[in-house]
C-alpha cells in the first residue's frame, strides 16, 4: 500500500516535470498550414460578400420587374414576392454571418 501511493506521488511529480518542461517549447507561433488555410477562409469570405452584393441587387429587381409586369397574374405575383423575400433573407443572413465571424476575429486577436 506504501509502495503503490510512494510510486503514484513520484509518477505524478515526473509528469509534472515534464509538462512544466516542455511547455515553454510548445508555445509558438502558428504553423504555416494554419495560417495558410486562416487566409483562405478570409478571401472567400470576402468573396461571399463581394458577390452576394450585386447577386441580391438583381434578384430583388428581377422581383419588382416580374410584380410590375405581372398584369394582374396571381402566381407571378407570388412568385415575385417569393423570390424578393428569399433574396432580402439570404443577403441579411450572409450579412449576418459574417458580423459574428467578425466579432470572433476581433475577440481571438
Not at 407570388?78 to 459574428?100: E, H, M, P, Q, W
Request: overall charge positive.
Amino acid at each position: 500500500m506504501k509502495n503503490k501511493k510512494i510510486t503514484i506521488i513520484y509518477t505524478c511529480m515526473l509528469s509534472f516535470l515534464f509538462i512544466c518542461t516542455f511547455n515553454t517549447s510548445v508555445s509558438a507561433a502558428d504553423p504555416k498550414l494554419v495560417t495558410t488555410i486562416d487566409s483562405a477562409f478570409e478571401k472567400i469570405e470576402s468573396y461571399i460578400v463581394k458577390i452576394s452584393t450585386p447577386a441580391a441587387a438583381v434578384a430583388v429587381g428581377t422581383g419588382v420587374l416580374m410584380k410590375k409586369f405581372s398584369f394582374g397574374d396571381e402566381e407571378k405575383i407570388r412568385t415575385a414576392n417569393k423570390l424578393i423575400r428569399g433574396s432580402l433573407f439570404s443577403y441579411g443572413f450572409i450579412l449576418c454571418i459574417d458580423l459574428v465571424l467578425s466579432l470572433f476575429q476581433t475577440l481571438l486577436t
